[in-house]
């Protein structure tokens, strides 16, 4: 990654004179046996410096590499900054793209923005929703607490919207990519009670009932009615349709409240955004939201009975059919 700076070292002697380098070796029997001492004293030289460098004697190779080590690391150094810095935007580009991917088609997160789903959901609690399972066919079910876009009249006021132009800014893009709820889309979150085909009443003080059969309904808000102040029905759910209330059933403006409208109440399951299977945050209020479990009940399901009574209505004449014909057929024998 760094470069390798590579330095020469200086100090040698000054260069004799080829003249006089003659005139010794030719002239001076005296100086071969001279130059051959210098020649010695190099060598041992060279040993000594050898045996420093395989032992801890070498005190200048120990004080130049510091220096040698900062000339090679300080490079290295700034192209790691200048790397990291390059790369930042990708890796934020791919971290939207990976949010967004998963706000569309996995899972996204919603704010409570009321009390109508007290006490299972308060004010403020953010929810994560399933986004992943309807592609797979998969229907909202009694007892799935859902999030729906607004069918029409449903949430008359705007959501509130922030002044300043720079947090709207963010604001939208980061609901954009699912890391907060959008300040533009009306959504509201309720418990499904009946689905199409259901029939569903709630008289006096309750219980509701879902095709006869009563619901035990311990989520709901501890003080007020299964009916709350808005007793209603016998209703039957269209096909495709949803009936949904809230747990806190007197301030939940709920199917009871819309009876008037297209679909008696009821709102299309195409406007279910999605499940909301865990209460994420806050942290000290974290839990998942199962399907209680009366929903669960024998007989509680409309259609339930239907396959079973059809199948045993056509298999008895074809039981007789058959016996008949074995019966003639040994009267013939």
Known sequence: MGDLVIGTRSGAGEPEDPGSRTADSVGDPGAVGQRA??????????????????????????????????????????????????????LIGIALVLALVI??????????PS??????????DRVLVDKFTPWFGAEPERGDVVVFHDPGGWLNEEPERSSNAVLRGVQNVLSFVGLM????????????IAVGGDTVECQGTGPVRVNGVALDEPYV????????????????????????MGDH?????????????????SIPQGNVVGRAFVVAWPISRWATLPVPATFNQ??????????PALGLAGAVPLTLVIRRRRLRAAAAA
Not at 221 to 244: A, E, M, N, Q
Not at 298 to 307: D, I, T, V, Y
């Open 115 to 124: 009390g109508s789903m007290m006490n299972t959901l308060l004010k403020g």
């Open 221 to 244: 808000y501890p003080g007020t009615t299964p009916c709350g102040d808005k007793p209603f029905g016998p209703v039957k759910v269209p096909d495709g349709r949803l009936w949904v």
């Open 181 to 192: 709820p959008s300040a533009s889309e009306k959504d509201l979150i309720k418990r499904v």
């Open 37 to 90: 001492h210098r020649t010695g004293d190099r060598t041992a030289a060279a040993g000594t410096a050898a045996s420093d460098a395989d032992g801890d004697g070498d005190e200048g190779a120990a004080q130049d590499e510091p220096k040698g080590a900062a000339a090679v690391d300080h490079p290295e150094h700034e192209h790691r900054q200048r790397s990291f810095w390059k790369e930042l935007p990708i």
């Open 298 to 307: 024998r007989g509680l399901s409309a259609g339930a009975l239907a396959p």
């Open 103 to 112: 706000k569309t088609f996995f899972v996204q997160a919603f704010s409570i």
């Open 249 to 265: 059933r007197n301030d939940s403006w709920d199917s009871r409240f819309h009876m008037d409208q297209p679909g008696g109440g």
